[in-house]
C-alpha cells in the first residue's frame, strides 16, 4: 500500500503520462549516475507524447519538464538529483548505486 501512496504522490505532482514514460522499462533513456542532457530528455517524451508539445492541448515547458525531472529523482532513489550545464545544455545525473531508474519502480 505504502507503495501505491508513494506513486500516486508523485503522479499528483508531475502527470500520470510523464508517470507512465519513465516507468517504461523500454524506453531505455532514463540511467543512474551518468550525465543526461535534459533537452533530450523532454524531445524524448514530447515525441512520444505529442499532446504536451509546443502546439498541444497539455502543452508542457522545458522548466516544468525538468522540475518533474528532479521529482523523479526524489520518486526514484530517495535522493536530489545533480544538475549543471555543459556545452550540449542543461544535464541531469540521477544520484543511486545501480544500473537503470526503473528498476526501483518494479
Same mark, same amino acid.
Given at each position: 500500500?505504502?507503495?501505491?501512496?508513494?506513486?500516486?504522490?508523485?503522479?499528483?505532482?508531475?502527470?500520470?503520462? =510523464? *508517470?507512465? $514514460?519513465?516507468?517504461?522499462?523500454?524506453?531505455?533513456?532514463?540511467?543512474?549516475? /551518468?550525465?543526461?542532457?535534459? +533537452?533530450?530528455?523532454?524531445?524524448?517524451?514530447?515525441?512520444?507524447?505529442?499532446?504536451?508539445?509546443?502546439?498541444?492541448?497539455?502543452?508542457?515547458?522545458?522548466?516544468? =519538464? *525538468?522540475? $518533474?525531472?528532479?521529482?523523479?529523482?526524489?520518486?526514484?532513489?530517495?535522493?536530489? /538529483?545533480?544538475?549543471?550545464? +555543459?556545452?550540449?545544455?542543461?544535464?541531469?545525473?540521477?544520484?543511486?548505486?545501480?544500473?537503470?531508474?526503473?528498476?526501483?519502480?518494479?
Amino acid at each position: 500500500e505504502w507503495k501505491n501512496l508513494k506513486v500516486r504522490k508523485f503522479q499528483s505532482e508531475t502527470d500520470f503520462h =510523464f *508517470y507512465k $514514460w519513465v516507468s517504461d522499462p523500454y524506453n531505455g533513456i532514463m540511467q543512474y549516475n /551518468s550525465a543526461i542532457q535534459m +533537452n533530450v530528455l523532454w524531445q524524448h517524451f514530447i515525441d512520444e507524447n505529442p499532446d504536451f508539445g509546443p502546439y498541444g492541448k497539455l502543452k508542457i515547458s522545458q522548466v516544468k =519538464f *525538468y522540475d $518533474w525531472l528532479k521529482a523523479y529523482a526524489v520518486f526514484s532513489t530517495g535522493e536530489e /538529483s545533480t544538475e549543471g550545464r +555543459n556545452k550540449h545544455g542543461k544535464y541531469i545525473i540521477f544520484n543511486k548505486n545501480g544500473t537503470t531508474a526503473i528498476e526501483n519502480l518494479v
